[in-house]
């Protein structure tokens, strides 16, 4: 059981936007930079969103990352059929000494 | 460019070990700590834990900290997961993964599967 929590599933049709959250606490999204991984099926997971909201480069800008407070959450704008993937957040716990991921969020494209 | 190279699929009994490695190529390999993080079958990701590849001392999560073990080989930048007394649940894919900044996995190996089966 992850101390982060995502939503298990969330649906859109191409072209519409999506939002992906992740509640988590003060000893880790609070206190760390949150992360966020795209992991397109029988992939690798892809680095989307680090320190929160800031892309790597390759990233388009489709993809955005917020956080407030105890919880982080990933946009996606114009949707396309090859976003539909599993998305995870990742972050620190301080009080834990550990990495955490949340529990992955599959998104479909309908 | 940056690559993490897995070795291949491996297939063992109860009670073997196996031993996963991740060649790193295109940076530099002592300037970036390397963490393992499991995928059970149709399951999310797993933080294992990390190895300074600077200093060799690892840090393993919770649940990894008795039958695995991370080491290095600098002379070749690739790191090691080993695993001994296999067991049906750790039946897995195992990905080695770059650490830019705590927890920021900017670069990923593309994962070796372990199959534990009788």
């Known amino acids: 059981q992850s101390v982060l929590t995502q939503p298990p599933s969330v649906s859109a049709a191409p072209g519409q936007k999506v939002t992906i959250s992740c509640s988590g606490s003060t000893s880790n999204i609070g206190n760390n930079y949150v992360s966020w991984y795209q992991q397109l099926p029988g992939t690798a997971p892809k680095l989307l969103i680090y320190?929160?909201?800031k892309r790597p480069s390759g990233i388009p800008d489709r993809f955005s990352g917020s956080k407030s407070g105890t919880s982080a959450t990933l946009g996606i704008i114009g949707l396309q059929t090859g976003d539909e993937a599993d998305y995870y957040c990742?972050?620190?716990?301080?009080?834990?000494?550990?990495?955490?991921f949340g529990g992955g969020t599959k998104l479909t494209v309908l | 460019q940056v690559q993490l190279v897995q070795s291949g699929s491996e297939l063992k009994k109860p009670g073997a070990s196996v031993k996963v490695s991740c060649k790193a190529s295109?940076?530099?390999?002592?300037?970036?700590?390397m963490n393992w993080v499991r995928q059970a079958p149709g399951q999310g990701l797993e933080w294992m834990g990390w190895?300074?590849?600077?200093?060799?001392?690892?840090t393993y999560a919770q649940g990894f900290t008795r039958r695995f073990v991370f080491s290095l080989d600098t002379s070749v930048s690739t790191a090691y997961l080993q695993i001994s007394s296999l067991k049906a649940e750790d039946t897995a894919l195992y990905y080695c993964?770059?650490?830019?900044?705590?927890?920021?996995?900017?670069?990923w190996g593309q994962g070796t599967l372990v199959t534990v089966s009788s």
């Open positions: 190895i300074n590849t600077n200093t060799g001392i690892p």
């Open positions: 295109g940076y530099t390999f002592n300037r970036y700590s």
């Open positions: 993964a770059r650490d830019s900044n705590s927890m920021e996995f900017d670069n």
């Open positions: 990742g972050t620190w716990d301080s009080s834990l000494s550990a990495g955490e």
């Open positions: 320190e929160n909201n």
